[in-house]
């Protein structure tokens, strides 16, 4: 039936009939909160490209982990910032089993043991090159990288991580973390793997936070084209076989498209990593006045619902829960 018969703007009337047809919706439980965490004590600096987004120091998380509790999110993606002492070409701080992850695992699951733990698995953090894997001869090693993030997944495992968010991008790294996982007796701890995780430059202000812009060169022997869909699938097929529970789809906005080709083609959770550029974005045009800073926020994290996430990993996490709870 169409026109004048039809006319799709009864259904828009009204708050109330909007609200009746509306396809999508969002909730606290949808979020995982990145958090990122620094050595030290009392520290709570704000990250210059990420405005109004912090780094912590244990004891000053406390506070953090509170409000989120209190706005009901419950999972966490832990990041910690090394610092350059610690870092060199094998990831020997990463596996470091009293060392500021680990520490901070355990913190949090003290402090908070209702909070699902996720942590990054890579090496970029701990590289003296900056890059996610092993370098040698300007190359980054697969396999030799992807032994050390097996041994860094049960180190995390063992400090209580309930999930180990691989993002590194080398090859067969999630079977590879299931059966040493396994073989540890961690047979319930969780891989959300970045699988389709682009090369992307809008990781920028997530490198300023953590320190960790590679030292030469750049990500695209390992991360993805942006170019490409039909290798997204592959690698979510890859990494489905090899044990994934969640697959996650990196960045957020400008891949839609992957995100719901993954989901349309899956029967698995997706996640979508709403990153720091895209976060950076949003903020900087607020503070311009040019955009409005929680409409474009709701608008953005709706639309990676609308595309078929089930998870959004987001640094609007927190400001998002609290608009949708009141
Ligand atoms: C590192 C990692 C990156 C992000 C998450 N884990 C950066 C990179 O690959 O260089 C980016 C997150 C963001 O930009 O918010 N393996």
Not at 74 to 81: A, D, E, I, P
Request: charged share 25%; net charge negative; no cysteine.
């Amino acid at each position: 039936m169409s026109f004048p018969n039809t006319r799709l703007r009864r259904l828009r009337t009204n708050p109330a009939i909007r609200a009746m047809v509306e396809e999508n919706s969002l909730s606290p439980a949808d979020f995982i909160a990145p958090l990122f965490i620094v050595e030290g004590n009392g520290v709570k600096e704000e990250i210059e490209s990420m405005p109004d987004y912090f780094r912590y120091s244990l004891d000053r998380l406390q506070s953090e982990l509170d409000e989120l509790a209190e706005v009901g999110i419950r999972s966490v993606l832990l990041f910690v910032k090394v610092p350059d002492e610690k870092k060199d070409n094998k990831g020997t701080e990463a596996l470091n089993d009293s060392g500021l992850m680990q520490e901070s695992i355990r913190f949090i699951k003290e402090s908070h043991p209702e909070f699902f733990i996720m942590t990054d698995i890579a090496l970029d953090p701990y590289s003296s090159y900056g890059h996610d894997g092993i370098v040698e001869d300007g190359e980054i090693l697969n396999d030799e990288t992807v032994a050390v993030l097996a041994k860094m997944s049960v180190s995390h495992a063992k400090a209580g991580a309930d999930m180990v968010a691989p993002s590194d991008m080398m090859d067969g790294r999630i079977g590879e973390i299931r059966k040493a996982l396994d073989e540890a007796g961690f047979s319930n701890t969780g891989i959300m793997a970045y699988s389709a995780k682009y090369a992307s430059s809008f990781y920028g202000p997530f490198r300023d936070a953590l320190d960790s812009a590679p030292g030469f060169g750049d990500k695209k022997t390992y991360q993805m084209n942006p170019a490409n869909l039909q290798e997204a699938l592959r690698e979510v097929e890859q990494d489905i076989e090899e044990g994934a529970d969640i697959v996650m789809v990196k960045p957020g906005m400008p891949y839609l498209d992957v995100v719901k080709a993954v989901s349309d083609n899956f029967n698995i959770p997706v996640s979508v990593y709403n990153v720091s550029g895209e976060y950076a974005m949003i903020k900087a045009s607020a503070k311009q006045g040019w955009l409005n800073e929680e409409e474009t926020m709701m608008e953005s994290l709706l639309a990676f619902k609308r595309a078929g996430a089930d998870l959004i990993a987001t640094y609007f996490a927190k400001e998002a829960a609290k608009i949708i709870n009141r």
